[in-house]
């Protein structure tokens, strides 16, 4: 797990550390030293912590203007246990919508397994229910982790499935992406 780090490359675009309107402001990640672990496997340094004990995450791209980000996310979400939809919602998510962000690409390939709880859905029903005319789209869930989520529910919050499973994302601009999911969503979304 130690060598899978966040994607880097639209860094030249946008670093969360240095956006005075991000969670992440001045949030300082080691070079060098390894912090932060899930289950005693240690996770590569350049993750941000979001105050979960199996999830972290990465703000890679934040679009105030077309008020969209892009976050992605590494580990295991646990809602049964670690209540992780309330602690993103609270500690990252509330702070996006105070600053405009109303659209959320979550790419969730490295997303390795969901457990759920079914008290929990409050969480992503009071999400969606700030976001007015936004949506949230999960990005390449693995088959076994969209299941789950979907057994529990959480695919009447969040968009997931289908085309969104097997989408090339690293290759387009952030706006491109932006672009084309949103166009997926309208579509799914009959607007």
Not at 53 to 59: D, P
Not at 156 to 175: A, F, I
């Amino acid at each position: 797990m130690h060598t899978l780090e966040p994607y880097f490359n639209w860094r030249n675009l946008y670093i969360a550390a240095e956006d005075p309107l991000s969670p992440f402001f001045e949030y300082q990640n080691s070079e060098v030293h390894f912090t932060d672990s899930i289950y005693n496997f240690l996770i590569h340094p350049q993750w941000d912590s979001m105050e979960s004990e199996t999830l972290f995450l990465k703000v890679i791209y934040a679009d105030y203007q077309h008020g969209f980000a892009v976050i992605e996310l590494m580990g295991e979400w646990n809602d049964l246990l670690n209540n992780d939809i309330m602690t993103l919602k609270r500690n990252i998510i509330e702070l996006m919508i105070g600053e405009g962000i109303n659209k959320y690409i979550l790419i969730c390939e490295n997303v390795l397994n969901f457990h759920g709880d079914l008290e929990a859905d409050d969480y992503y029903d009071e999400w969606q229910d700030e976001l007015e005319d936004g949506w949230i789209v999960m990005l390449n869930l693995r088959d076994h982790v969209l299941s789950e989520m979907s057994r529990f529910g959480i695919d009447r919050y969040l968009v997931m499935g289908g085309k969104l499973d097997d989408m090339s994302w690293r290759t387009r601009h952030p706006k491109q992406l932006f672009e084309i999911i949103d166009a997926v969503v309208m579509r799914r979304l009959g607007g």
